[in-house]
T-cell receptor, first 111, second 112 residues
């Protein structure tokens, strides 16, 4: 079992651009959550997807959007990138409301 | 609004010493988690605590939960250099399981 996987590992973008990050959940998991971790901070919840619907959302602007596919994989899209969007983006998967398991993360740098 | 506070935020220890990291949270929660994070890496799950009085141990780390005091502790026994990392506690937000609220983390440095 590969566990939770994320791609790409690292990404560099410029302000105003758009980015898409991808996550494949652990086998058997149907729920995917996304977190943003700024340098030196704890992760902050962005949103959670279950059965292809956004089930919960944290305090993030509409520039952050997502999608879950029928195979439970998920994408995080960020539009109109700002310097402050530079962070480690973590994906976590789980079975419904059970414990979540984190992927390796995608390091996004916005210049 | 659920808040999670950890202290200390920075901890420098000598090898062989004992110390405790504290995690306070502001409202009722269903589950409390402890994670370890190495620089540039993701989160490694250490413990999941589900009920009042729960105690779990793995190697030199022991975690406990007091739901009445809304307090969890992570106790380090006879620290070794390999334990150097940042430790986070996190709780499920009230009435919204799966949305984890994290503390700011405790950066632990164990020196010879």
């Amino acid at each position: 079992d590969a566990g939770v996987t994320q791609s790409p590992t690292h990404l560099i973008k410029t302000r105003g651009q758009q980015v898409t990050l991808r996550c494949s959940p652990k086998s058997g998991h149907d729920t995917v959550s996304w977190y943003q971790q700024a340098l030196g901070q704890g992760p902050q919840f962005i949103f959670q997807y279950y059965e292809e619907e956004e089930r919960q959302r944290g305090n993030f602007p509409d520039r952050f959007s997502g999608h879950q596919f029928p195979n439970y994989s998920s994408e995080l899209n960020v539009n109109a990138l700002l310097l402050g969007d530079s962070a480690l983006y973590l994906c976590a998967s789980g079975e419904d409301y059970n414990e979540q398991f984190f992927g390796p993360g995608t390091r996004l740098t916005v210049l | 609004e659920l808040k999670v506070e950890q202290n200390p935020l920075f901890l420098s220890m000598q090898e062989g010493k004992n110390y405790t990291i504290y995690c306070n949270y502001s409202t009722t929660s269903d589950r409390l988690y402890w994670y370890r994070q190495d620089p540039g890496k993701s989160l490694e799950s250490l413990f999941v605590l589900l009920s009042n009085g729960a105690v779990k141990q793995e190697g030199r780390l022991m975690a406990s939960l007091d739901t009445k005091a809304r307090l969890s502790t992570l106790h380090i026994t006879a620290a070794v250099h390999d334990l150097s990392a940042t430790y986070f506690c996190a709780v499920d937000s009230e009435g919204s399981q799966g949305n984890l609220i994290f503390g700011k983390g405790t950066k632990l440095s164990v020196k010879p």
